[in-house]
């Protein structure tokens, strides 16, 4: 049982970060404060994919003599890329943000909310 | 703006940003032996360009980037990296095989992986700017 | 120390700083990333998250204001659905593979013949770049192009070029 405990800590920490990631979305009703949520999210993913790469022993993956044991390489490119997709797509949800921002005054969810229902 | 005005840090980017732009391009050309590429080389570029503009306004970071140009660049670098793919095409090859792009197909790889590191750093680096210039002149 | 950014993420009202704690927590998973001996993910975080993405926060939070106030509401629903999650995720890891296991299942399939291989087939040293820029090209165009929609959703969205036009909103 502790042996599991210990092999698997790569996914306990990465569960724990996806699991804060998660309430700071669902929880808090700030606009800017739920994308940093869904930051915190998406570095759990990537916590997860590149320890999964990771190889007892290894080195980062570049080739020179005497290095014959390697990290995977497949999720680093999988991540690398996700991880500047990730800013562009930050940028979208701030740009929404500030969208919101300019037609309600508030980038707050309840608050908007309201004045929505006012209008009605 | 305070931080405009903050001596320490004008003098201190006038050393930092000639040799943050010198790091990008050793990033972008030297990704095939150490760790580096097109994705990263971009993104230092773009950001001593928002340094520039966040020091100097944006303003005079336009002067030099202005965002026609950068979105204009998004665009080739793309072009870049698709007309390489097709390059391979027109030599012989399928979509994007580089084997076929020089004499033997080691040397083809070395231009194919030197010339899609190009298009994709041109391009991560000035969306990164012109996303950067559209938040700073944004008006309410 | 991940954990605890995280949780002082949560915990923190002021906005701004929450935004900085944002860029701490990405150069702490940077580090963590050279442990786990992706150099070239590390470089990109670094740069990236740290960098770009604080920026771009502290951009937008400079027009929406920061003195929004962090109002919550009620804590026990969605932390029973966070609770709920994470004891199904904590489940499923009994399947994984151990923490650096040689044999586990991703590192049989086709990692070794990049590893192997690539050394002759593209002959340049660092395999994620022949990776990304040989066997995958197809993926990095699309990502490239991601990027590139990206970009022109912002410009759409903030409406840069709307003195160009006479028709604007």
């Known amino acids: ?120 | 703006m305070s931080i405009r005005r903050n001596p320490v840090l004008r003098e201190s980017s006038h050393l930092l940003i000639p040799a943050i732009l010198l790091f990008a391009l050793y990033v972008q050309f030297h990704g095939d032996y150490g760790p580096g590429g097109g994705f990263q080389a971009g993104v230092i570029f773009a950001s001593a360009i928002i340094l520039y503009a966040l020091l100097h306004g944006t303003r005079r970071a336009e002067k030099i980037i202005p965002l026609k140009l950068a979105r204009t660049f998004a665009a080739l670098g793309i072009l870049i990296y698709s007309f390489t793919g097709i390059l391979g095409i027109i030599l012989g090859g399928n979509f994007l095989n580089y084997n076929v792009l020089a004499h033997d197909p080691i040397h083809g790889q070395h231009w194919g992986i030197l010339l899609i590191e190009l298009g994709v750093g041109i391009t991560v680096g000035s969306v990164i700017i012109s996303i950067f210039y559209a938040f700073a002149k944004f008006k309410k | 120390m991940l954990a605890i950014t995280a949780i002082a993420i949560i915990a923190m009202r002021n906005i701004l700083s929450v935004v900085m704690l944002g860029g701490i927590y990405s150069l702490i998973s940077a580090t963590l990333f050279v442990v786990l001996d992706a150099v070239d993910v590390a470089f990109t975080e670094a740069a990236v998250g740290a960098g770009i993405s604080t920026v771009l926060f502290l951009s937008a939070l400079a027009i929406t204001g920061k003195h929004q106030a962090l109002t919550r509401k009620n804590h026990i629903a969605p932390l029973f659905v966070v609770l709920v999650t994470g004891a199904g995720l904590i489940y499923s890891t009994s399947d994984m593979p151990a923490f650096g296991d040689p044999q586990a299942p991703i590192h049989t399939h086709v990692a070794p013949r990049y590893i192997e291989q690539s050394g002759q087939e593209i002959g340049i040293p660092n395999i994620v770049t022949s990776v990304l820029a040989s066997y995958r090209s197809f993926d990095t165009l699309g990502e490239v192009v991601v990027v590139f929609t990206a970009l022109i959703a912002v410009l759409l969205l903030l409406g840069i070029n709307r003195g160009s036009r006479r028709d604007d909103l």
């Open chain 1, 1 to 120: 049982m502790i042996d599991y405990l210990i092999n698997h800590y790569n996914y306990w920490v990465s569960i724990l970060l996806m699991m804060a990631g998660l309430y700071i979305v669902i929880d808090h009703t700030n606009l800017i404060k739920k994308l940093i949520g869904l930051n915190i999210f998406q570095t759990s993913v990537f916590i997860l994919f590149i320890s999964m790469g990771k190889v007892d022993g290894g080195t980062a993956p570049i080739l020179e003599q005497g290095y014959s044991s390697f990290s995977n390489p497949l999720p680093h490119v999988l991540i690398l890329t996700a991880i500047v997709v990730s800013v562009a797509t930050t940028a979208v949800g701030l740009a929404l943000v500030v969208n919101i921002n300019r037609c309600f005054q508030s980038i707050d969810e309840q608050e908007i909310e309201k004045i929505e229902l006012e209008e009605e």
